[in-house]
Nanobody
Framework: QVQLVESGGGLVQAGGSLRLSCLAS????????MGWFRQAAGKEREAVAA????????YYADSVKGRFTISRDNAKNTVYLQMNSLKVEDTAVYYC??????????????WGQGTQVTVSS
């Protein structure tokens, strides 16, 4: 299994930026992709972005396209989520994810502990 540790959350005003990081350890050689999910209060966890570990192919939810960028540093076993032009509706706990063949909550094998992102108006 893969262990994931996120960092970089916090409080920011609408229109601002934050960068989340996720460090992977353990059986990282088996990873084919990593991703980010988020869960707002009272809502279901949803996929935000994902990146394939070898080719670097990316996926973004429609709600974040053009504002968020996912990237990875293979040498550091780290994935990043650069979030720009943040909106109040981006407020959520953001979770790093790995060990999945399909980008769906039920398919994720490894989760980070989550990091809070709060966007104020």
């Amino acid at each position: 299994q893969v262990q994931l540790v996120e960092s970089g959350g916090g409080l920011v005003q609408a229109g601002g930026s934050l960068r989340l990081s996720c460090l992977a350890s353990g059986r990282t050689s088996s990873m084919s992709a990593m991703g980010w999910f988020r869960q707002a209060a009272g809502k279901e966890r949803e996929a935000v972005a994902a990146i394939s570990w070898s080719a670097g192919s990316t996926y973004y939810a429609d709600s974040v396209k053009g504002r968020f960028t996912i990237s990875r540093d293979n040498a550091k076993n780290t994935v990043y989520l650069q979030m720009n032009s943040l909106k109040v509706e981006d407020t959520a706990v953001y979770y790093c994810a790995a060990d999945f063949a399909v980008l769906a909550v039920s398919e994720v094998g490894s989760w980070g502990q989550g990091t809070q992102v709060t966007v104020s108006s």
